[in-house]
C-alpha cells in the first residue's frame, strides 16, 4: 500500500496515537468546559501541521508548521494541568498524556533542527 510520506514519519505517527488517547479523555470532560474545545482543536492540530509541514519545499515553511504543531502539542500539555488544578483529572492521567506529548515535541524539534540547522528550536 503506497502512503504520503508524512504518514512513514515516527513523529506523525506517534502524534496519532496521542490523538485516539486525547478522544478518550475528551469523553470524561464536560463539554461545557472552556478547555473541552481547546483539548479538540490542540490535539488535531499537532499531525494536521506535522502533515501539511512535510509538504512543504522549502525548510523555512516546512518548520513553520512544525514550529505550529510543537505549539500546540505545548499548549494541550498545559491543558492537562488546568485539568488536574480544577480536579477534573488526576495527575497520573495528566503525567500519561504528558509522557507522550514530550517524545511529539522531542522529534518535532528534531525535525526544526534538520530542516533549519542554524535554529535552536
Not at 502533515?51 to 500539555?77: H, M, Q, V, W
Not at 492537562?80 to 524539534?109: Q, R, Y
Request: glycine share 6%; net charge neutral; hydrophobic share 45%.
Amino acid at each position: 500500500m503506497k502512503r504520503f510520506d508524512h504518514e512513514k514519519l515516527n513523529v506523525y505517527q506517534e502524534s496519532i496515537v496521542f490523538v485516539g488517547w486525547a478522544a478518550d479523555l475528551l469523553e470524561s470532560i464536560p463539554k461545557s468546559m472552556a478547555v473541552y474545545n481547546q483539548l479538540d482543536r490542540a490535539s488535531t492540530s499537532v499531525p494536521l501541521n506535522i502533515a501539511e509541514g512535510n509538504g512543504k519545499f522549502t525548510p523555512k515553511d516546512r518548520c513553520k508548521f512544525f514550529d505550529i504543531a510543537r505549539g500546540s502539542a505545548l499548549e494541550y500539555a498545559a491543558c492537562l494541568d488546568v485539568l488536574v488544578a480544577k480536579g477534573k483529572i488526576s495527575s497520573e492521567i495528566a503525567a500519561n498524556g504528558k509522557a507522550s506529548l514530550v517524545e511529539v515535541v522531542s522529534m518535532l524539534v528534531g525535525l526544526i533542527r534538520a530542516n533549519s540547522p542554524d535554529r535552536n528550536a
